[in-house]
């Protein structure tokens, strides 16, 4: 019983529960201490991520040796495949399904979360996506010139970033969640919002798990391994994402996750390809947003957008999420120049996308971050195909 009260899970889930129930009974002097606790340790864990993008990316790259780019190029293209799949997955779903709903589009009704006390901010050394191309830039160039200088300081700073890792972003994982549903019930999101979409979240949630069951199947029977041993070790790293409603966020976890799953995951492919993945694969982001948006079409306009025009969205989409930052709404936020442009969407349309999209945000989130190990499974199949040797990692992540 002690283990199970220890474990990351039950933190989590305990922190989700809290948060609930004194959300519901909280004050408004109370709600200023949460919301104002909430953004500095967001501040925090959104500081921390370039750092562990650089620590696990670059290294993991300057491993690879020769076979860097190949591998690159392989990690974008199952996941610009994953995405677009799920984007036209989410449409042919749309044009069966939607037009059998009843929908209701009333969100008014929230009550306003306070301010906060004092506003701490803690800038990142650069942005999500900055550190991912210098990442990348910097892996590559070390392994073209051979830099050991480089690359031994690279191998440092990733023992370093596991340090801050595990005894500081894991820990107020789940403090950060409990806060984040105290506020969202405190502002009436889960108990009032919710149900006005609760048809359409539920089938969307549907359509992340097959897309899931899809992904690890093809993962599976590519590798040749258990697709099982890997999802089985998954649930901390849902469940996280779930609260915290970003990819980026969630990478710690999600590394320490993958790092379980050994040998089905090889540790070389972790160590490059979650890291990658948080941010150039966000299939249940897209998913979700096809959907909505062919919904709330439907509700504004009365119809949906011509099948041309949903193919150039769902082809361009897929593009977007992987330039995407890897934060809460991020995958919409990106995107949103394709929905007024593309789709035409009136400003009423925009505003009631972004908040249908918010009501599943996490569920979106969280299937992306499990997505990842399905890829990583393919890179890791990949990898023994074409002989590309093991390295071995200490990863410090258990």
């Not at 709600?31 to 925090?44: D, G, R």
């Amino acid at each position: 019983m002690k283990k199970i009260i220890s474990s990351l899970p039950f933190k989590l889930l305990f922190g989700v529960v809290l948060g609930i129930l004194i959300g519901q009974v909280a004050g408004e002097h109370v709600m200023n201490f949460v919301v104002t606790v909430k953004y500095i340790l967001n501040q925090v864990i959104t500081f921390c991520v370039p750092l562990i993008i650089i620590g696990f990316i670059a290294p993991s790259i300057t491993r690879l040796g020769n076979n860097a780019s190949k591998m690159l190029g392989v990690a974008v293209t199952v996941a610009y495949i994953s995405s677009i799949g799920a984007a036209f997955f989410a449409m042919t779903a749309g044009y069966i399904m939607i037009p059998h709903l009843s929908i209701a589009t009333d969100v008014d009704g929230l009550k306003e979360l306070p301010g906060i006390v004092f506003q701490l901010d803690i800038p990142q050394i650069m942005p999500v996506m900055s550190a991912l191309v210098f990442s990348l830039l910097l892996g590559l160039a070390a392994t073209w010139t051979k830099a050991k200088v480089i690359t031994e300081a690279l191998e440092e700073f990733q023992e370093i970033v596991l340090s801050i890792v595990t005894k500081i972003v894991i820990p107020m994982l789940p403090v950060f969640i409990a806060f984040t549903f105290c506020a969202l019930s405190y502002e009436g999101t889960i108990t009032k919002q919710l149900p006005v979409f609760f048809q359409v979240v539920l089938i969307v949630m549907i359509g992340h798990f097959i897309w899931l069951a899809l992904l690890y199947a093809i993962g599976g029977i590519y590798s040749g391994k258990n697709p099982m041993d890997v999802i089985r070790n998954y649930g901390p790293a849902y469940i996280t994402a779930v609260g915290t409603m970003s990819s980026a966020a969630t990478l710690a976890v999600a590394l320490r996750c993958a790092k379980k799953s050994q040998p089905t995951l090889r540790d070389d492919m972790v160590d490059f390809g979650i890291p990658l993945f948080a941010n150039i694969h966000l299939c249940g982001s897209v998913l979700t947003e096809v959907f909505f948006v062919m919904t709330v079409s439907k509700i504004l306009y009365g119809a949906f957008p011509s099948y041309g025009t949903m193919v150039l969205f769902c082809v361009l989409l897929g593009v977007f999420a992987i330039g995407a930052p890897g934060v809460p709404g991020g995958t919409v936020m990106a995107s949103l120049g394709l929905i007024t442009g593309v789709l035409g969407f009136s400003e009423t349309g925009t505003a009631l996308m972004l908040t249908i999209f918010a009501l599943q945000d996490s569920f979106g989130t969280a299937c992306n971050v499990t997505g990842d190990g399905a890829l990583t499974m393919i890179l890791t199949g990949f990898a023994e195909k074409h002989g590309i040797k093991r390295e071995k990692i200490e990863s410090g992540i258990s």
